[in-house]
């Protein structure tokens, strides 16, 4: 696998894998079809990510909102997630890939929730690239789930209110102990967060590719990983200043 030499490499990916069912009506295919095809380019995104160097890869599988699609779309999406775990979790086990499932589970059905937590168990230990699956996932949900339980711990009496720093907040969201994303992606062309990541996204760079998600193959991954490259990131500070020279 190649590594982009003496480059910055993110280490933190986060995608918003748009643009499946466009894919499928281009083609004169069922949208299940783009789904389908979406999670070969799941598979083929992970390597590339690992083979760059990438430390985490996080991938927005399932929004809270994606439940107002009609039925038989999100029993589609269910079956293929499935379907993933099922098939891929030894491969991906096999490759040193952790995985991390992001996401509200209340209320999942009992025929995905357990593989979930499989997937995450079964991996724990693994020290490669974490898949961090989004699922289930809303920004303002999971920020509202952390509140929550900032204000159980204030009832409690185990936090003072002025206690309460962003760390507090980070330490409650679903990706404690995950860094930040450095790049935040979003394949079709589409220029929007959608609720992804809101909070962690605060510094991330954010960068759209006009591919369809099933076309985002390993070359366009690694495009879009020089692009990041290229960019300064300031966090707020100025752009570094070149040194003065000792006694000018
Ligand atoms: C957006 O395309 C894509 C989704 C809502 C789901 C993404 C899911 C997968 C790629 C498969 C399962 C995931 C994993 C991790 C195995 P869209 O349907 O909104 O496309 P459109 O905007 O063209 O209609």
């Known amino acids: 696998m190649s590594k982009i030499q003496s480059r910055p490499v993110p280490a933190h990916v986060a995608i918003i894998m748009d643009g499946n069912g466009r894919w499928a009506n281009a083609r004169g295919l069922p949208r299940t079809m783009g789904h389908r095809k979406g999670v070969e380019a799941v598979r083929e995104a992970v390597r590339t990510a690992g083979g760059a160097g990438v430390r985490y890869l996080t991938l927005f599988a399932f929004s809270s909102e994606n439940w ?21 979790l030894a491969d991906l086990h096999r490759e040193n890939v952790r995985i991390r499932v992001i996401g509200d589970r209340d209320g999942l059905r009992s025929d995905i929730l357990p593989l979930l937590v499989e997937a995450e168990e079964t991996t724990w230990n693994n020290t490669g690239i974490t898949l961090v ?3 289930n996932y809303g920004a303002r949900d999971e920020m ?18 002025e206690e309460i720093t962003p760390a507090c907040i980070s330490a409650r ?5 995950i860094p930040d994303p ?9 220029e929007r967060l959608s609720n992804f990541l809101l909070w962690q996204g605060a510094y991330s760079e954010l960068m759209f590719v006009p591919e369809l998600w099933p076309d985002f193959t390993r070359d366009v991954f690694l495009s879009a990983l020089e692009r990041y490259a290229a960019r300064e990131r ?14 000018s």
């Open 68 to 88: 107002r699609r009609p039925e038989e779309e999100v029993s589609d999406l269910m079956g293929l997630l499935k379907m993933f775990i099922r098939r891929d």
């Open 133 to 135: 699956i989004a699922f």
């Open 182 to 190: 450095d790049l935040i992606l979003r394949t079709s062309g589409e």
């Open 234 to 247: 300031r966090f707020g500070g100025l752009s570094p200043q070149p040194r003065a020279v000792a006694g």
């Open 173 to 177: 969201l679903d990706t404690a102990g």
């Open 144 to 161: 509202a789930r952390a509140v929550r339980a900032l204000a159980i711990d204030v009832a409690n009496g185990r936090l003072r209110p």
